[in-house]
């Protein structure tokens, strides 16, 4: 027969597992923090990864968007002195050109024009247009009023295409991403 364990013998026992068991867990316990450091490090990386190429596809961005900008302002400021030219012109007009040749517009040529420049029908209130609903419009007014709108359109058409320039650029980067 085998002796019988004694109380002290079974403590130990007990103690030695109980100690080897707590070991066990706290190495588990330290592997798992270390591995859950490890991965968020890594995802850590990865997000910062994402973030720099967002970063250097805004600044790729910004600098076309700075060009495009440049080249716009260079399509404006060499058109600005043909500009002036002709509202020169259209003043030299008025001092130049022989009484004789001259004339004075009808009131309607005015609210025609008005209409075209606006794109608005005239006013219902300003009576049919051969009423001569409107003052008449010397020639030289005319001419100041058509240089300034036509200006205002090359200007307006000037940022139209500045536009669809910056929508072709955009819509190429897309296109290299997809």
Sequence with gaps: MLPSPTLFGINTAVLK??????????????????GHHVCQGEV??????????????????GE??????????ALRAAQAPKDRTIIKEVTRYEFLE??????????TWRLLH??????????????PLAARAADPVEDTAALQT???????????????EAWQR?????????EKTD
């Design 64 to 73: 076309k968007a700075d060009k495009l900008a440049a080249e716009n302002n």
């Design 114 to 127: 008005d209409a075209a420049a606006t794109g608005q029908p005239p006013a219902t209130e300003a009576g």
């Design 17 to 34: 597992w109980t100690v080897i068991a707590a070991l066990v867990a706290a190495a588990v316990l330290a592997t798992y923090r270390h």
């Design 44 to 61: 850590a990386a990865a997000q910062l990864d994402i973030a720099l190429a967002y970063a250097e596809k805004i600044v790729a961005n």
């Design 146 to 160: 058509l240089a300034d709108n036509y200006i205002a359109c090359r200007n307006d058409a000037a940022k139209l």
């Design 166 to 174: 910056r929508y072709k650029a955009i819509e190429a980067a897309h």
């Design 98 to 107: 022989p009484p004789g040749n001259r004339c004075t517009l009808p009131g």
